[in-house]
């Protein structure tokens, strides 16, 4: 595991997730924690959970990491989601962030920002490289597990369900994670 990214999953363990968050045998539900809710898939070979940040953790933690505050901005601006995910199977997993939608009730279904679009939006900012943010494609062999942000361009407060998809054994699946809530706005923030 790249050096880099210890630090950021020290931070998520730590700063994000509920006492027993990574446990596989979670159930699909909101987190008893009412300052960071959190939602699990966990009926498949690729389990995925994510737990809500507010936009002020989020602008800590960049700021902490010393990133611009044009950068700072642009990423406390959109529905942030601390990620946690692991392949249950006996086989390799291959996932793309890229084809993952977040459904609103309305029907309509948004992107995620993947990190390779975060670098672009970045770049002219100065930042050439990130950690913090969930691998925009990966194979996860058996066991293997990742942490990383997502994000989504939704208000503040939406609710949505995400359609994650994954490969295993060459086919395509798809699960869904019910109730994931974008953070609400704090008094002085949009």
């Known amino acids: 595991m790249d050096g880099r990214v210890f630090p950021l999953l020290v ?3 730590c700063a994000v997730l509920p006492p027993g968050a990574l446990a ?5 539900a909101a987190a008893a924690s009412a300052a960071q809710p959190s939602w699990t898939n966990a009926r498949h070979a690729f389990t ?5 940040l507010s936009p002020d953790s989020v602008r800590a933690f960049y700021e902490n990491m010393g990133y611009p505050s044009k950068a700072i901005d642009a990423i ?9 995910i692991r392949n249950n199977a006996k086989v390799p997993i291959t996932y793309d962030v890229a084809a993952w939608k977040a459904v609103t009730p309305d029907g309509k279904g948004h992107p995620l920002i993947t990190k390779t ?7 002219p900012l ?8 969930l691998p925009a494609q990966q194979t996860l062999q058996p066991g293997d597990w990742a942490q990383g942000f997502t994000t989504v361009d939704l ?10 998809f994954w490969r295993e054994h060459g086919t395509q699946h798809q699960a869904t994670l ?4 974008c953070a609400g706005a704090t008094p002085d923030q949009p």
């Open 11 to 13: 931070v998520l363990a």
């Open 24 to 28: 596989a045998d979670a159930a699909p």
């Open 48 to 52: 995925v959970q994510l737990i809500q």
């Open 76 to 84: 406390a601006r959109v529905c942030v989601f601390g990620t946690s």
């Open 117 to 123: 679009q975060w670098l672009h939006r970045w770049q």
């Open 126 to 133: 100065g930042v050439r490289s990130d950690w913090s943010v």
């Open 155 to 164: 208000p503040r407060g939406a609710r949505f369900k995400l359609i994650f």
């Open 178 to 181: 019910a109730g994931p809530q």
